[in-house]
């Protein structure tokens, strides 16, 4: 790679590009970088524990790192754990926020970088950063397409480095022939350290607290097995006579001790050999330790246990649910800071010189809807007036805009309705006139009206079970149209008053302001729409009589 001159960085300061297509950090044969032959785990005591501990919290933390490793091959529950903290924040899709001002070459160039599958792959590694208090990935930069960008991500030990002596908190290179190891360059390490707590990073990881329930939890299980192993036999007894000498008794002894391995043995005669069954389970007590350690281990990981144990109603669960979304939130927040300081900015200040504003990838959890309540209030309140955006409810919804030229779901067509009839005194039909296009019914004497009436004084109307007509299901079906506006109907009569309750400061006032208002009501057009529907209900009465 070919070093560009004055690449700075976005506090504007210069950066050294000389390393950066360099792998620094890699594994060695021995020293400092080499893990060949760690090992922790194996035979340790409550007070070897306590002085891996203790000597991780003054520098010393490679012993420390290595039974964290450990703890995940050997510890089931808490490895299980472990894994579903980290993927659930893998599992979260990664999006880029880009400010206004951001030119759009930037914008594009910052796409293309977190699009990379080698930096999912990064983010991911630095997960492990949760468990053991910080997390190394060191990227390979070159030039390509004429940008500077890594080129490969490579996950490092945590072993290979180290914390300065003084405060703990600087992260340095392990090196041989150096205590202190070597300062970071800049632009060549993304070191994520997550604050699940506070204090030195190399306490705030879980796995120092989970140390001591992965210690008792390997007693217990050993104890246990141990224990199973003599349950799972029957209590042998062996009886001799009483004048059996001692190589009889001996000989007996031998034969009971075989029956645990070889099941089969010889006695001399007049010995007997009684085989005593256990009845209950005598190791509840292992499985109650066991069960408790896990719980709490569950606590200490996933902040609940509904979702990662037994659980006891559908309520609780959602509940610990809550508190699972508000860790990976947390989770995801702290990796995103990380990206963007660590490596987005850097990205953009190494190509495009230091900016006022940065691209910033972000990492949101969704809520979990309940999509039933969401469509049936907005089933009841759109009707109302309610405006909702069809964008925001696709994404609760987790559905897609529709592309053009797509195959779309579209309500049923209404169908039509049947044609109301009048028979006259003859016995023949013709259809009636529409109801709504008057304000006259069936009963009214007026030359317009007279001769819809037969000769036996009925005009009947939606009766004719030939026809199939149904008078209650026309009412209902024009009470449904006309509320379809009510809104326009009721606003004459509601605005005065709702302007009067918005201007009033007192009661007092709003008595002056009622009265003022009253004569600007109109209720016009809603007697005018009750008198019309009155005479429409009116003669599809008279049409049943």
Excluded at 44 to 63: D, F, N, S, W, Y
Excluded at 309 to 314: H, I, N, V
Excluded at 501 to 506: G, T, V, Y
Aim: aromatic fraction near 6%; charged fraction near 25%; hydrophobic fraction near 45%.
């Amino acid at each position: 790679m070919t070093p560009r001159k004055a690449i700075l960085g976005p506090d504007g300061e210069p950066i050294d590009t000389s390393l950066l297509s360099q792998e620094m950090a890699t594994a060695t044969f021995g020293g400092a970088r080499s893990v060949l032959a760690d090992a922790v785990a194996s035979g340790l005591t409550p007070e070897g524990l306590a002085a891996v501990l203790k000597r991780a919290t003054i520098g010393e933390i490679r012993a420390y790192l290595t039974l964290a490793e450990e703890m995940e091959e050997r510890y089931l529950h808490y490895s299980s754990q472990v894994q579903t903290r980290r993927l659930a924040i893998e599992g979260t899709e990664i999006s880029l926020q880009v400010p206004d001002g951001v030119p759009a070459k930037i914008a594009d160039a910052v796409h293309e970088l977190i699009a990379d599958p080698g930096f999912l792959d990064a983010m991911g590694a630095l997960t492990d950063g949760i468990a053991k208090g910080f997390a190394v990935v060191e990227p390979i930069w070159e030039y390509e397409a004429g940008l500077l960008r890594p080129v490969a991500y490579r996950w490092r030990d945590p072993r290979f480095f180290q914390f300065d002596r003084l405060s703990m908190t600087e992260l340095r290179l392990a090196v041989d022939g150096n205590l202190d190891g070597l300062p970071l360059p800049k632009a060549k390490f993304i070191t994520h350290a997550p604050r699940a707590k506070t204090g030195i990073p190399i306490r705030r990881g879980f796995a120092r607290a989970a140390a001591w329930a992965f210690l008792i939890q390997q007693f217990t299980l050993k104890d246990w097995a141990a224990f199973c192993e003599v349950f799972g036999m029957p209590l042998r007894l062996g009886k001799y006579h009483s004048g059996a000498s001692e190589a009889d008794k001996k000989t007996l002894l031998r034969a009971v001790a075989g029956f645990s391995s070889d099941a089969a043995a010889i006695i001399p005669q007049g010995m007997e050999i009684e085989f005593i069954e256990r009845k209950a389970l005598e190791g509840s007590s292992f499985e109650k330790l066991v069960d408790y350690l896990d719980r709490n281990i569950s606590k200490l990981v996933v902040g609940q246990t509904m979702t990662a144990d037994k659980g006891a109603s559908l309520a609780q669960a959602k509940v610990h649910n809550q508190v699972r979304l508000d860790i990976q939130r947390a989770d995801c927040g702290q990796l995103a800071h990380t990206a963007n300081s660590q490596l987005v900015r850097l990205f953009v200040s190494m190509n495009f010189g230091p900016q006022e504003a940065y691209p910033s990838i972000e990492m949101p959890v969704a809520e979990p809807e309940d999509t039933a309540a969401l469509a049936a209030a907005v089933e009841k309140l759109v009707p109302l007036g309610l405006k909702v955006s069809q964008k925001e409810l696709r994404g609760k919804l987790g559905l897609s805009e529709p592309a053009a030229g797509e195959d779309l779901l579209t309500p049923p067509a209404a169908a039509p309705a049947a044609p109301i009839e009048v028979r006259t005194g003859a016995g023949s039909r013709q259809p009636a006139r529409p109801a709504i296009a008057s304000a006259h019914h069936g009963g009214c004497a007026c030359p317009s009206c007279r001769p819809a009436r037969t000769e036996a004084g009925t005009s009947a109307l939606a009766a004719d079970p030939r026809t199939g007509v149904d008078v209650e299901a026309e009412l209902d079906q024009l009470l449904e149209e006309q509320l379809a506006d009510w809104e326009e109907l009721a606003d004459p009569l509601l605005a005065p008053l709702r302007q009067a309750l918005a201007r009033a400061h007192s009661f007092n006032e709003l008595q002056a302001l009622l009265a003022e208002a009253s004569g600007r009501i109109d209720g016009s057009k809603l007697a005018e729409r009750l008198a019309r529907l009155t005479a429409i209900a009116r003669g599809l009465g008279d049409a049943t009589d």
